[in-house]
């Protein structure tokens, strides 16, 4: 049986990681550039590339 070719996976940044982390534990305020970077992070993660058409 062949095995499926796999692409890497994306991963976030150490950074982006960091970050995510303690806004989430509370011990950061999220700031609007730290808004941006995790958004970024995320979206560059997307592997579908846009909005899935509605049905």
């Known amino acids: 049986m062949a095995k499926k070719s796999l692409a890497p996976r994306k ?6 990681s960091t970050l995510a982390g303690k806004i989430l534990s509370g011990s950061k305020k ?7 970077t995790l958004a970024a992070s995320v979206l560059s993660q997307d592997e579908t590339k846009g909005q899935k058409k509605k049905k």
Do not use: C, G, N
Not at 11 to 16: D, F, G, P, V
Not at 30 to 36: E, R, V
């Open 11 to 16: 991963q976030s940044s150490s950074k982006a």
């Open 30 to 36: 999220p700031t609007l550039a730290d808004t941006k």
